[in-house]
């Protein structure tokens, strides 16, 4: 087994795990569990938090306090570690894409409000988002500050380690419902969560498929991406696991028009289960990968389950961003 590094307590954890019966009543397929990581903090909900508990404590071990990191301008991730730096008394910096004067609503104006300090960027200027980050690496140390650098989504070999802890819980919330899920269904976008998992239920023994639905980019995409994440973190932490052989399973068919930008079919899906269940996706990454599980069920692809779940990796603040989309 290999053991956790330092990490501070941010996330409000455990989440519940519940199933979603009125729904799966609905549907002829298995019986469909929703784990809540949209609750692990009002200011901070989402999946981003788990991943932030080792990145934060590492950047505080380091001595740093200023953080930058980047993402789009809805970005959650983003939202998260300006909210967090606040609470943690750390100065931060977001680089954060789009091509539009952003209006000041949702994940924008927390980051605001919180002080973060903001640099927007068109997508073209993103393509040298490493020259960026190192611009202002050098204008913080010329200052005299600690920068710490966390890379889009928190998504690497450190950030790696939040959904290896929630594998853990996942295992627990299992053993308490007496149940075996045979696939354990999310959003990928950054790919850190999905590596996480992978690795995770590996490394806790169950005995589950990891399907992630893509929000942006490919399949092959996924593939490079998460197996990156998962050589640095077998590099900095676990040299004796062989990370290559673990499967990496993304279904890229449930993208849409573009990253940010869902079809009116996912509003549909996003509508019926707030009504329905009284859980509320995005548009952005739950509400592309719920609609497309839900899919996959109604073609029959699932028919063999008993248990699903899926990860409700948060996202509500990007939905009231895109308030003109939902029609009232
Ligand atoms: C970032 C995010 C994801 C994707 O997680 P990654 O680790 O970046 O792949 C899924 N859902 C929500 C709501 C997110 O903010």
């Not at 996330?11 to 519940?16: I, L, R, V």
């Not at 204008?139 to 928190?154: D, L, S």
């Not at 790919?191 to 169950?206: D, E, P, Y």
């Not at 009116?264 to 019926?272: C, G, H, N």
Request: charged share 20%; glycine share 10%.
């Amino acid at each position: 087994m290999v053991s956790l590094p330092e990490n501070l307590s941010l996330a409000q954890t455990p989440t519940p795990l519940h199933s979603l019966d009125r729904l799966t009543a609905q549907l002829n397929g298995p019986r469909i569990w929703i784990k809540r990581d949209d609750l692990t903090g009002c200011l901070t909900s989402g999946n981003k938090v788990r991943k932030l508990e080792f990145l934060l404590a590492d950047a505080i071990a380091n001595g740093c306090d200023t953080l930058i990191t980047s993402g789009g301008v809805q970005s959650n991730h983003c939202r998260a570690v300006a909210v967090l730096g606040a609470q943690l008394g750390l100065n931060v910096h977001l680089l954060l894409r789009s091509d539009i004067e952003p209006a000041p609503v949702g994940n924008l104006l927390l980051d605001q409000l919180v002080g973060a300090t903001i640099s927007h960027y068109s997508k073209q200027e993103f393509n040298q988002l490493d020259a960026i980050f190192s611009h202002w690496q050098e204008h913080y140390r010329e200052q005299g500050a600690k920068p710490y650098c966390i890379p889009t989504g928190g998504s690497n070999g450190m950030g790696v380690w939040g959904y290896i802890a929630a594998a853990e819980e996942l295992k627990a919330d299992f053993a308490r419902e007496n149940i075996s899920p045979s696939r354990l269904v999310l959003a990928t976008g950054s790919g850190g969560t999905q590596a996480g998992l992978i690795v995770g239920c590996a490394l806790h023994n169950i005995p589950i498929s990891i399907e992630a639905f893509a929000v942006c980019d490919n399949a092959a995409y996924f593939e490079r991406k998460v197996r990156d994440d998962l050589r640095q973190w077998q590099q900095q932490f676990a040299p004796h696991i062989d990370v290559e052989e673990f499967p990496i399973n993304t279904n890229d068919q449930y993208v849409g028009p573009d990253y940010g930008a869902a079809g009116p079919e996912v509003f549909a899906t996003l509508k019926e289960l707030a009504a329905l269940e009284g859980v509320i996706l995005d548009p952005v990454y739950t509400g592309k990968a719920f609609h497309g599980m839900l899919q996959q069920i109604r073609q029959g692809h699932y028919r063999d389950d008993t248990d699903i779940v899926f990860v409700h990796t948060g996202g509500l603040f990007g939905l009231l961003a895109q308030q003109d989309q939902l029609n009232y």
